[in-house]
């Protein structure tokens, strides 16, 4: 057999059909993108290019150049998030899987809020490892029964993902603290997937895991708030004793991360996005406003997509209308046990959110 038996869960999205169908698309109204619809802000460009030019372009140490991490450490103490160690990843991609190789033996349970960032599912398959889901529907609140039926001998720990893809939600801070209730009782990790923490619309900040509990590995990065996407760039921060472990798997599999980006990045945290955001909550407005009244519908208040339910209740039968009517987006059946939901991205621009929204409505 010339594939590994570690592969022997890894499938082919169920729903590979919808892509290959959307393929098929000619100028469609994408509705379905991860990432930003703005540029990478052009004085961070012009950092990256500077330091290209200077020849910052080899090697750089393992777990990050010095001015990163102590920027990245600076900006995190700010926040009030627990760590001891930073490292600087190839995104928070990158992040994810040096924590999976790190923390998962075969057979450990991982719970994951449903609906989830699809990574998660895999990466931990990948180890060995059971991905099991607590349920968070309708309203994507996190409720101490469903945890508490998900937790046993086998939980090695639990991910939150806030700002949430794919719903937008921001878990409230009495949804976190119940949840390091559980976590503290049973000496739990937390991984804290932090990486849209820029993108919050209905109050300055929200709250983060890493600031509530100190058993806390934060995931961080430039790909959304920034959009620096292709420059491939994340960090983590948390106990000393995993990330110290996490830096030599770095050496041994990434073996570093991109030179001119760390440079940029240097920058970005002191780059103010304001807004940028604040145009993604006028998108937010334009697209809950103008689905709420054909579709159940939770107000997202971060990340840049929003998660209704369809009328009837098949996300992928709907998304096969929509893109038979040219429009793109994702079932929910794709972040999700359950295919009762869409996932509409707002990063696009206004024209093409009123003729998305004009089309789904009349498909609802
Ligand atoms: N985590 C979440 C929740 C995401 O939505 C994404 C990208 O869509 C990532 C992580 C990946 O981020 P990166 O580009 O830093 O690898």
């Not at 080899?58 to 450490?73: D, H, N, S, V, W």
């Not at 806390?216 to 708030?225: C, L, M, P, R, Y």
């Not at 004793?241 to 440079?263: C, D, H, P, R, W």
């Not at 996005?273 to 809950?288: A, H, L, P, S």
Request: charged share 25%; glycine share 8%; aromatic share 12%.
């Amino acid at each position: 057999m010339l594939i590994s038996e570690r592969l022997a869960n890894i499938k082919p999205s169920g729903v590979r059909r919808i892509f290959d169908l959307a393929r098929q698309m000619k100028d469609p109204i994408n509705l379905s993108i991860g990432e930003p619809d703005f540029d990478i802000p052009e004085p961070l460009k012009e950092e990256g290019i500077a330091w290209i030019r200077k020849g910052f372009n080899k090697y750089t140490p393992t777990q990050g150049i010095p001015e990163l991490r102590e920027k990245i450490a600076d900006h995190l103490k700010k926040k009030g998030i627990h760590f001891e160690e930073v490292m600087v990843t190839a995104g928070v991609t990158g992040g994810l899987l040096l924590a999976s190789l790190a923390l998962i033996n075969p057979g450990d349970e991982v719970i994951i809020p449903d609906p989830f960032f699809v990574m998660y599912e895999y990466q931990i398959l990948l180890m060995g490892g059971t991905p099991v889901f607590a349920d968070t529907y309708p309203d994507f609140r996190l409720r101490e029964e469903e945890f508490a039926k998900k937790l046993t001998r086998r939980t090695k720990f639990i991910i939150i993902n806030s700002p949430n893809n794919p719903t937008g939600a921001v878990y409230p801070k009495e949804d976190l603290m119940m949840v390091v209730r559980l976590a503290r009782k049973r000496d739990l990790l937390i991984l804290s997937d932090d990486i849209y923490d820029n993108f919050v619309f209905d109050e300055p900040a929200c709250p983060c895991m890493g600031q509530l509990y100190e058993k806390t590995i934060t995931f961080g990065g430039f790909s959304k708030g920034w959009a620096m996407t292709g420059w491939r760039l994340g960090y983590v921060a948390g106990p000393r004793e995993i990330v110290q472990q996490m830096i030599t798997l770095q050496q041994y599999t990434f073996s570093s991360v991109n030179s001119f980006a760390q440079k940029a990045a240097t920058k970005a945290l002191d780059f103010n996005v304001d807004d940028y955001i604040e145009g993604y909550r006028r998108k937010r407005d334009i697209v809950y406003e103008g689905l709420k009244e054909k579709f159940n519908v939770q107000k997202p208040r971060g990340a840049f997509y929003i998660f209704p339910e369809v009328p009837g209740g098949n996300g992928e039968a709907f998304v096969e209308r929509a893109i038979q009517n040219n429009v793109f987006v994702v079932p929910g059946s794709v972040f999700s046990k359950r295919n009762t939901n869409i996932r509409i991205s707002f990063a696009a621009p206004d024209e093409k959110l009123f003729k998305g929204i004009e089309i789904l409505n009349r498909i609802a």
